[in-house]
């Protein structure tokens, strides 16, 4: 057996729970508000544990049912225990694309062992961001949107709107002026003041002009000297003032998606709602920070919290039981693994972890996998080889990272 040696570098928190494998080939969860009737897809790693690879099986497909038993009112369990105990298994399910719930039935082969991944901490919510979801909504059947704008300042609500409405395109929705399922509605305030004021400040110096004449040992006597001086001193003061601009900034800013069906109704519109709020000492522009991270949180619609099971870097290399066997079970096709020329039958010696200061330390099989002296790293994921002549006396090392 050929030894290859891999190296692993994955973001960790020292208080989440080492975990290298993939439980399922995916993962499933019953949701409140996401067709609540049926098992909805929280995790697929990226369609790398089964063939075919299927791109319309992803993150909030819905699973209505696994070898033809209707997944209606099945719990997870249930749903697990068919999955894990057949190699080959068929799947119906829905994806939301473009305004539709599309259906599909695809019969799917497990990869052999179980997907390698290395799992990063859930992302902490900002203190500047909130989200709020109608609990009793069920965001599935929604499929169209169209914006509403008020007040006077609606060309700027108008591009607001544009950066959070191609997030929910990625959801699968569409947006049309006939009769949309939800409206998008903005409202806004900035304050800013900003004063500046002159702060005075003066350096002085002063420059000398002058002569002097000395002599030492006057006429031989020891100790007696005589001398003179004479000059001009000039100071100058100088004013070095400056400029200070003080900031004083608040921002409020609430995007909310309405339910067209109660526009006109007493009750509340709102289903789902993100608001963001800052005080700053520097000047605030709303529009930049929308785009560059704030409309990037409309990516947890519908929910008001990540349903993802977990974030994960992979690079395709699967074990039956890594904790028990190390040897390299099956390689996803064209994956960084392949590439690097890891082969089924080659066996991982040792992990290892580093952050970014080059501080590292290692598992080896059999030790155990989550101790205290794990470093958290911002590194992703490394992979290698190393190899060694024959006899051990020369070695030739080389590395590549994946990220």
């Known amino acids: 057996?050929?030894?290859?040696?891999?190296?692993?570098?994955?973001?960790?928190?020292?208080?989440?729970?080492?975990?290298?494998?993939?439980?399922?080939?995916?993962?499933?969860?019953?949701?409140?508000?996401?067709?609540?009737?049926?098992?909805?897809?929280?995790?697929?790693?990226n369609n790398m544990c089964i063939e075919p690879e299927a791109p319309t099986l992803k993150y909030l497909s819905v699973i209505t049912a696994i070898n033809g038993e209707s997944t209606k009112d099945m719990d997870e369990a249930e749903f697990y225990n068919i999955l894990d105990n057949?190699?080959?298994?068929?799947?119906?399910?829905?994806?939301?694309?473009?305004?539709?719930?599309?259906?599909?039935?695809?019969?799917?082969?497990?990869?052999?062992?179980?997907?390698?991944v290395t799992k990063a901490p859930p992302t902490e919510m900002p203190a500047t961001i909130s989200l709020l979801s109608d609990m009793d909504v069920d965001f599935f059947a929604i499929n169209t949107f169209d914006y509403r704008l008020a007040g006077d300042d609606q060309l700027?609500?108008?591009?607001?709107?544009?950066?959070?409405?191609?997030?929910?395109?990625?959801?699968?929705?569409?947006?049309?002026?006939?009769?949309?399922?939800i409206y998008l509605y903005?409202?806004?305030?900035?304050?800013?003041?900003?004063?500046?004021?002159?702060?005075?400040?003066?350096?002085?110096?002063?420059?000398?002009?002058?002569?002097?004449?000395?002599m030492g040992n006057f006429l031989g006597v020891r100790g007696l000297s005589v001398g003179g001086s004479s000059g001009n001193a000039t100071t100058v003061t100088q004013d070095?003032?400056?400029?200070r601009t003080n900031v004083?900034?608040?921002?409020?800013?609430?995007?909310?998606?309405?339910?067209?069906?109660?526009?006109?109704?007493?009750?509340?519109?709102?289903?789902?709602?993100?608001?963001?709020?800052?005080h700053?000492?520097?000047?605030?522009?709303?529009?930049?920070?929308?785009?560059?991270?704030?409309?990037?949180?409309?990516?947890?619609?519908?929910?008001?919290?990540?349903?993802?099971?977990?974030?994960?870097?992979?690079w395709g290399v699967f074990c039956n039981n890594f904790m028990q066997d190390t040897t390299i079970s099956d390689i996803v096709s064209g994956s960084k693994a392949e590439q690097m020329g890891c082969k089924v039958g080659d066996a991982i010696k040792y992990i290892k972890y580093a952050d970014n200061t080059e501080n590292s330390c290692y598992f080896r099989?059999?030790?155990?996998?989550?101790?205290?002296?794990?470093?958290?790293?911002?590194?992703?994921m490394q992979i290698g080889k190393q190899k060694y002549t024959k006899g051990g006396v020369t070695e030739n090392v080389s590395y590549n990272y994946i990220y």
């Not at 700027?156 to 399922?181: C, H, I, W, Y």
């Not at 070095?240 to 400029?243: A, K």
């Not at 929308?290 to 349903?307: C, D, M, N, Q, T």
Request: charged share 20%; proline share 3%.
């Open 156 to 181: 700027m609500d108008k591009t607001l709107m544009e950066v959070f409405a191609d997030r929910l395109q990625s959801k699968g929705l569409k947006r049309t002026t006939d009769n949309p399922d």
């Open 365 to 380: 099989p059999g030790q155990s996998f989550y101790a205290s002296q794990i470093i958290p790293t911002t590194v992703m």
């Open 186 to 214: 903005i409202t806004k305030d900035v304050n800013q003041k900003i004063e500046s004021m002159y702060v005075p400040q003066y350096k002085t110096t002063t420059e000398s002009d002058g002569t002097s004449v000395g």
């Open 240 to 243: 070095v003032g400056y400029m």
């Open 1 to 45: 057996m050929r030894i290859l040696y891999l190296f692993i570098v994955a973001l960790f928190s020292m208080t989440i729970k080492a975990q290298f494998q993939a439980d399922h080939a995916l993962e499933v969860k019953r949701l409140t508000n996401w067709a609540p009737d049926y098992l909805t897809v929280t995790n697929n790693w």
């Open 86 to 116: 057949n190699n080959s298994f068929e799947l119906s399910y829905q994806t939301k694309t473009n305004g539709q719930n599309k259906q599909f039935t695809k019969h799917f082969t497990k990869r052999k062992g179980k997907l390698l």
């Open 280 to 314: 700053c000492t520097n000047e605030i522009r709303l529009l930049e920070m929308v785009k560059r991270w704030i409309g990037s949180w409309a990516l947890e619609y519908p929910f008001h919290e990540s349903v993802m099971s977990s974030s994960v870097s992979t």
């Open 248 to 278: 004083q900034a608040d921002a409020y800013l609430e995007f909310s998606i309405l339910d067209s069906r109660k526009l006109n109704n007493e009750n509340a519109p709102v289903i789902w709602q993100l608001t963001y709020s800052e």
